[in-house]
C-alpha cells in the first residue's frame, strides 16, 4: 500500500504562484509513476500533469487552458515527494488537486489508470 499526503494548497490571487507537495509512504516511492489532478465544483477529475518511475519524462494536460509552461512537475524519490509548482494562476484553476500515484513506469493520464489517490488539497485563485 502506499499512503499520500498533500499539502501546499490555499488562496492565492491570479497571477500568483503556489507549489503542492505530496509526501509518499514506504519504500518503494521510486516504483510509481506520480500525477496529479484536479476536480472543479460540479467537473469531472481531470488530468493536470504526471512524472515517470525515474523522473525523466513528464507530460501535461493538452486542453486549451493548456498548464504547459505554467505549471511544473517534479519528484525527488530520496525524500519521496512529488511537487507541483504552479505560476501565472488563472480563476479556473481553481479546484481541489489530488496527487496519484499508478505502480510502474507508464504515467497515470487517465482517473482510471490510478492505483492510489491522496486526500487532495484545496487552491483557490480569486482577482
Known amino acids: 500500500q502506499v499512503q499520500l499526503v498533500e499539502s501546499g494548497g490555499g488562496l492565492v490571487q491570479a497571477g500568483g504562484s503556489l507549489r503542492l507537495s505530496c509526501a509518499a509512504s514506504g519504500r518503494t516511492f521510486s516504483t510509481y509513476a506520480m500525477g496529479w489532478f484536479r476536480q472543479a465544483p460540479g467537473k469531472e477529475r481531470e488530468f493536470v500533469a504526471a512524472?515517470?518511475?525515474?523522473?525523466?519524462?513528464?507530460?501535461?494536460?493538452d486542453y486549451a487552458d493548456s498548464v504547459k509552461g505554467r505549471f511544473t512537475i517534479s519528484r525527488d524519490n530520496a525524500k519521496n515527494t512529488v511537487y507541483l509548482q504552479m505560476s501565472s494562476l488563472k480563476a479556473e484553476d481553481t479546484a481541489v488537486y489530488y496527487c496519484a500515484a499508478r505502480w510502474g513506469s507508464i504515467p497515470p493520464t487517465r482517473a482510471p489508470q490510478v492505483d492510489y489517490w491522496g486526500q487532495g488539497t484545496q487552491v483557490t485563485v480569486s482577482s
Open positions: 512524472i515517470s518511475w525515474s523522473g525523466g519524462s513528464t507530460y501535461y494536460a
